[in-house]
């Protein structure tokens, strides 16, 4: 992978290191996009509140 970053860059080991981070960068925003079953997006507490709040009434009421 060094060697292709290296290679794309034209020997410039800076320009290769920036286009690894980036690279890196774009992975690691695409991985925090992706959520997982019962994780909850919430800025703020009172945003979690509100968001387990409605969905704990919702499976009680299911019951």
């Given at each position: 992978m060094e060697r292709a970053y290296m290679e794309a860059a034209d020997g410039d080991a800076r320009d290769a290191l920036r286009r690894a981070l980036g690279?890196?960068?774009v992975e690691m925003a695409s991985l925090s996009g992706q959520v997982?079953?019962?994780f909850v997006r919430a800025q703020r507490p009172a945003d979690l509140a509100r968001k387990l709040g409605r969905e704990r009434r919702a499976r009680?009421?299911?019951r």
């Open positions: 690279d890196a960068l997982s079953r019962g009680e009421g299911a």
